[in-house]
């Protein structure tokens, strides 16, 4: 009689041959079990937990990492769904202020939209919203479209966002200040560095000033896989974001300061403010 491993090992050679021979079967039973509430997540579902547990034995470091982030976006993909139906049906209302890509922050008077669980509104913002055409009077987007690829992911939000907004409506946007680091680093100036120890923005074994921009442009390390939404993807400076803005339909952006009255404490330093009104 085969014992439980070489069990286990046959079992997961099949299912991987089976994933590299039928991959759209695959996708679409992926795509299935994703769409039901935490069925690909490998910490609630034994099952799934067992699959994820039988890919990091038979697969390369590299394999396993694709497959991660391949039963991350499925389940996104369910997440999304269902998001979108809740949307449909939010009793939104005429000169809503959102805030969109917030994370935990919670604004008061705000609609929270984001990924992230506990939000009025779960949706992945990578994708179209489904929310009315011209409902908002305002848009807070404090550092979430640097997590966008550019152009096309990022000028798809903008564009978004511009779409929900009223005539006259404004959006209030930071990302990222990529200036400041660069130039201190060009200047030999140590404010950047020392910020970021300050502010603990980056880990902290990193050490030497370009560790620090690398970081700034990546938000990446061992830790964290290429697909993670957590990573950085385009850097800006306040001339390449009103151009972002500008070309997603704005009539008219530039750069602000830190208001108080809405943007997030912990933003206030290092962040680039930039206001566009439709």
Known sequence: M????????????????MVGLYPCVWLEFLYLVG?????????????????DRLAHRALSKYAYNSWR????????????????????????????KLNIGCGS??????????????????????KPMPIPDGIASMILCE??????RYPGQAG????????ILQPGGELYISVPDTRWPLECYVKGDPEYVRQCEVHRWHPEWMDTEME???YHFRQQDDGRLD?????HRFAYDEKTLVKALRGAGFAEAHGRSFDPAFDAPHRRVGSLFVKAVK
């Open 2 to 17: 085969a014992k439980i491993p070489e069990l286990l090992a046959a079992w997961s050679s099949a299912f991987l041959r």
């Open 35 to 51: 769409s039901q509430s935490n069925l690909l997540s490998s910490t609630r579902n034994p099952t799934m937990a067992l699959i």
């Open 69 to 96: 982030e391949l039963r991350d976006e499925v389940s996104a993909m369910g997440v999304h769904r269902r998001g979108a139906k809740a949307a449909k049906n939010f009793a939104w209302k005429q000169g809503a």
């Open 105 to 126: 922050v919670k604004n008061a008077g705000f609609v929270s939209v984001d990924f992230c669980p506990g939000v009025d509104v779960r949706l992945d913002l990578r």
């Open 143 to 148: 550092h979430f479209l640097e997590h966008l």
């Open 156 to 163: 798809a939000f903008l564009k978004e966002c511009h779409r």
């Open 212 to 214: 620090h921009i690398n």
């Open 227 to 231: 697909g993670n939404f957590e990573c």
